[in-house]
């Protein structure tokens, strides 16, 4: 299983390419020496710029640790073996109340830090509060049906005051249909811009993909409209659109997004998924989608 960061495993690879250009014999070409320079002085292309921007912008120290985890079964019918505890940091603090459900898949686990370091990156002082995951051996607890399986995930929206100051509130507080919650007579509104910006993070980590984010419409309907504001990239509203989902037959989720993740590659077959699979969230040890199948195949 892989144990090394994003940002180590990302910049091998970009080093290696380095190495193996940097063997070409110099030619008179002015343009292709110009090129051999750049690459024996290790500049990266613009390509790999590009890629350097999208690594996680703090390392965790999760990310240095092994990650054995394993995700056995469904989310309502599953259970965690060797799960990674995720730990309060700068960016993120777990609720009172979720301290003894706070294990889950090195994979989410590291999630949750990327998006709680990308929102603080964007928006200074941010604080993500963090709700409850799994048991540390998974399996089932009130008042949840599902994160059983350490794939699960509970996340506190990032707030503002009565008068637009962003604050953190390390509690869940139930929001109404125009984004206006109430706690212990205090107002709170919901902060669209730095909801979007967890949302946006979630949803385009370099391997980790999201099946669901749990929120009732109204708050699906407020985060578009910032994405829309921004100018986001349309690869990312369409996911935006498709991830985001207020549960038919299940709690609105007035007060947290429920965050779900798809089985890692290589906890399969033994971690099972269950529809939808999205075109973005790439398959390779499963079956193949019934309308490619031969006549031949079984
Ligand atoms: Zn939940």
């Not at 912008?57 to 240095?64: A, C």
């Not at 054995?68 to 060797?82: A, H, I």
């Amino acid at each position: 299983m892989p144990w090394v960061c994003a940002l180590t495993a990302m910049s091998l690879v970009w080093l290696s390419g380095t190495f193996a250009l940097a063997e070409l014999p110099m030619t008179g070409d002015p343009v292709l020496r110009e090129a051999q320079h750049a690459e024996t002085h290790a500049e990266p292309s613009d390509e790999d710029l590009e890629r350097i921007s999208r690594m996680p912008r703090r390392i965790s120290p999760s990310d240095l640790e092994p990650n054995p985890s394993v995700s056995v079964g469904y989310p309502n019918r599953g259970l965690l073996r060797f799960g990674m505890r995720i730990n309060d940091e700068r960016d993120l603090s777990v609720k009172v109340g979720s301290l003894n459900t706070r294990h889950g898949t090195g994979e989410l686990v590291r999630l949750i830090e990327y998006a709680a370091h990308e929102v603080a990156f964007r928006y200074p002082r941010s604080r993500l509060t963090v709700g409850d995951l799994s048991r540390p051996g998974g399996g089932r607890f009130v008042p949840h049906k599902s994160h059983q399986s350490g794939r699960d995930v509970d996340l506190g929206f990032y707030m503002l005051d009565r008068r637009s100051t962003p604050v953190n509130n390390h509690v869940f507080i139930p929001f109404n249909n125009k984004g206006i919650g109430r706690q212990w007579g205090a107002i709170y509104k919901l902060d669209a811009a730095r909801n979007w910006a967890l949302v946006e993070s979630l949803l385009s980590h370099p391997t980790t993909d999201v099946q669901h984010i749990f929120v009732t419409n109204a708050a699906k309907r407020a985060l578009l409209r910032q994405a829309v504001k921004e100018r986001a990239h349309p690869e990312l509203i369409m996911r935006a659109k498709r991830v985001l989902s207020q549960p038919r037959h299940d709690a609105p989720h007035r007060s947290h997004f429920h965050v779900r993740t798809y089985c890692s590659d290589d906890d399969r077959p033994m971690c099972k998924d269950r529809p939808p699979f999205y075109a973005w969230h790439e398959r390779p040890s499963q079956a193949p989608a019934v309308s490619t199948l031969q006549p031949n195949d079984s």
